[in-house]
């Protein structure tokens, strides 16, 4: 089986560190102390960003870890079946 989308899954690993220090590091700066809460401060562009491309590549990652089990597996099944 290859291993490429485990590789794919490993590479996220430091975008998933980012976004969720930045999105709790982000929270936490919207309070100013006491019962002031600042609701409508967006989100700043590199943390959206950092969410949208660990979205995507994560699922790029199981995507291709799918497709390569399938192949596997069917690779394993045609072998037991040939006949010679």
């Avoid at 959206?48 to 192949?71: K, P, R």
């Amino acid at each position: 089986m290859r291993k490429r989308g485990w590789i794919l899954l490993l590479a996220t690993l430091p975008i998933w560190v980012y976004a969720v220090f930045g999105c709790w590091h982000y929270e936490q700066s919207k309070h100013i102390g006491g019962n002031w809460y600042f609701e409508d401060m967006p989100l700043p562009l590199t943390l959206h960003g950092a969410v949208w491309v660990l979205f995507v590549l994560t699922l790029v990652a199981f995507v291709v870890l799918l497709f390569d089990s399938i192949s596997w597996f069917r690779g394993r099944h045609d072998r037991k079946n040939q006949t010679n």
